[in-house]
């Protein structure tokens, strides 16, 4: 079945510090991908996607490309902000045979430090 | 657009009770989705909807699990005889169908605590 796989956190890192969260996935048939984030106190917000291999998303210094050869979908940012302290999701959709929906991974809890 | 909303957002209640959540759409989407969320995991997703029709339910919505969405627009989740495994954040998220991308709209959950 499918599944996504990322990072163990708590991340900590330092204000405008180079950011990576490794995600890699398993799955049937072309799944789009996702990030989503979760600010403290906050619902599920999508940050970026892609829908198809080599496609790169890209939203508020954040990009991740869908990398079918690897299976991943590496999340990164140039240089981080306190703001960005948050949890971050990796998800893909389920598709074919009738199903829909999402499969995320178990989230990566990223601690920013002035 | 008001975005998905959900009601009530935190429910405490005593193992043995019925409990039942409710989930507004955003209003043109036709698809709406259940997940549940514990503590340190991702959502997993229990079921979803199109317009009225309850299309997949998962393994995870054991019987005591009931979800209907009676004119294809608002949605309920009944929970029967509470656990204190039912203890979890339930989210709701919603999309246009044909929406390309298959991105999905969430809500900011109901949280249920079993005593």
């Known amino acids: 079945g499918n599944s996504v796989t990322q990072m ?97 991974g178990k989230g990566t809890h990223l601690i920013i430090q002035p | 657009d008001t975005g998905v909303s959900q009601d009530p957002r935190h429910k405490i209640t005593k193992r043995g009770q019925n409990v039942t959540f409710r989930c507004d759409p955003i209003s043109e989407h036709n698809r709406l989705y259940w997940y549940r969320q514990t503590l340190g995991q991702g959502p997993e997703f229990l079921t979803y909807f199109q317009n009225e029709a309850q299309l997949e339910k998962s ?8 979800a209907e969405r009676p004119k294809g627009s608002f949605s309920t989740l009944e929970i029967q005889r ?24 969430f809500g900011p959950g109901t949280r249920l605590t079993v005593l």
């Not at chain 1, 398993?26 to 984030?37: I, R």
């Not at chain 1, 990398?67 to 990796?90: I, N, P």
Request: charged share 20%; hydrophobic share 35%; glycine share 12%.
């Open chain 2, 82 to 105: 509470t656990e204190q495994g039912d203890s979890a954040m339930y989210l709701c998220a919603s999309r246009e169908a044909l929406a390309g991308g298959g991105e999905q709209f």
């Open chain 1, 8 to 104: 163990e956190g708590p991340v900590t890192l330092s204000e405008e510090a180079f950011l990576t969260i490794n995600c890699t996935y398993t799955a049937t048939g072309y799944p789009s991908l996702f990030w989503y984030v979760q600010y403290p106190g906050e619902g599920l917000q999508l940050l970026l996607k892609a829908t198809k291999a080599d496609d790169k998303g890209s939203n508020k210094g954040f990009e991740a490309t869908y990398r079918k050869e690897t299976t991943s979908f590496h999340l990164e940012k140039g240089s981080v902000q306190v703001s960005d302290s948050a949890v971050y999701f990796c998800a893909l959709s389920r598709t074919g045979g009738g199903a829909d929906g999402l499969t995320f």
């Open chain 2, 59 to 66: 393994r995870l919505l054991s019987d005591r699990f009931s």
